[in-house]
């Protein structure tokens, strides 16, 4: 289990390993002690939660064909109210230009539409974080194009007032991976990347589970 408390460097903040810790403290724009578990197994990192007690928060990495990082997903503590999910990818990719030369991309574009909501049904967004999406395209310009999904459960959330405390105050990102991102600005890997699985939703709403 890696903890953090400060402000990442940029190498931290492109360390694979320790990414989420980086995520929270950018996304969140907070300095509180964290503990990262990362989940090899992803049945197991869905049924994980963000532990208020202990300040606990998870990661899962997704693997290409190739054994390469492409994404990573975060299980973070919100601090009501959050940056976005973007505001990590935006970091990354800034601190990627300082070090890739150059990029084949004139224009990367970091899209707006990221929040996951289910109104009619709020208890079941989890499974809608959950599911595939393209991360990574290219549009008819050519632009390469960075997409996320995040999913907040903030404490005042009314609709989820029913949940228990626990389940409460958290906030999910989908993240690029940094290698992933500097290999597509050097032209060495390709966009249409996608990440996420569906899940069993006959359950408990798998994002929100013990």
Same mark, same amino acid.
């Given at each position: 289990?890696?903890?953090?408390?400060?402000?990442?460097?940029?190498?931290?903040?492109?360390?694979?390993?320790?990414?989420?810790?980086?995520?929270?403290?950018?996304?969140?724009?907070?300095?509180?002690?964290?503990?990262?578990?990362?989940?090899?197994?992803?049945?197991?990192?869905?049924?994980?939660?963000?532990?208020?007690?202990?300040?606990?928060?998870?990661?899962?990495?997704?693997?290409?064909?190739?054994?390469?990082?492409?994404?990573?997903?975060?299980?973070?503590?919100?601090?009501?109210?959050?940056?976005?999910?973007?505001?990590?990818?935006?970091?990354?990719?800034?601190?990627?230009?300082?070090?890739?030369?150059?990029?084949?991309?004139?224009?990367?574009?970091?899209?707006?539409?990221?929040?996951?909501?289910?109104?009619?049904?709020?208890?079941?967004?989890?499974?809608?974080?959950? +599911? /595939?999406?393209?991360?990574?395209? $290219?549009?008819?310009?050519?632009?390469?194009?960075?997409?996320?999904? %995040?999913?907040? &459960? *903030?404490?005042?959330?009314?609709?989820?007032?029913?949940?228990?405390?626990?389940?409460?105050?958290?906030?999910?990102?989908?993240?690029? +991976? /940094?290698?992933?991102?500097?290999? $597509?600005?050097?032209?060495?890997?390709?966009?249409?990347?996608?990440? %996420?699985?569906? &899940? *069993?939703?006959?359950?408990?709403?798998?994002?929100?589970?013990?």
């Amino acid at each position: 289990m890696r903890q953090s408390s400060s402000i990442p460097t940029r190498q931290e903040a492109l360390a694979v390993d320790e990414y989420c810790l980086a995520a929270q403290v950018v996304i969140t724009k907070t300095i509180i002690p964290m503990q990262l578990v990362v989940h090899e197994d992803f049945d197991t990192f869905v049924k994980s939660r963000a532990l208020i007690e202990g300040s606990v928060i998870r990661q899962y990495n997704w693997h290409a064909e190739d054994g390469n990082i492409r994404g990573i997903s975060c299980k973070l503590k919100s601090a009501d109210p959050d940056g976005l999910c973007q505001d990590m990818n935006r970091q990354v990719y800034k601190n990627l230009q300082k070090l890739v030369d150059d990029p084949v991309y004139d224009l990367v574009v970091f899209d707006s539409n990221e929040t996951v909501s289910k109104d009619e049904q709020p208890g079941m967004t989890g499974p809608d974080w959950l +599911a /595939p999406f393209e991360m990574t395209y $290219l549009d008819e310009a050519g632009n390469l194009h960075i997409a996320t999904k %995040g999913f907040t &459960v *903030d404490f005042t959330d009314e609709r989820f007032l029913k949940a228990p405390p626990r389940f409460r105050g958290v906030h999910y990102c989908h993240l690029v +991976a /940094p290698e992933y991102l500097a290999g $597509l600005m050097r032209g060495t890997a390709d966009a249409g990347m996608s990440v %996420g699985r569906v &899940v *069993d939703t006959s359950g408990p709403n798998p994002a929100l589970s013990e």
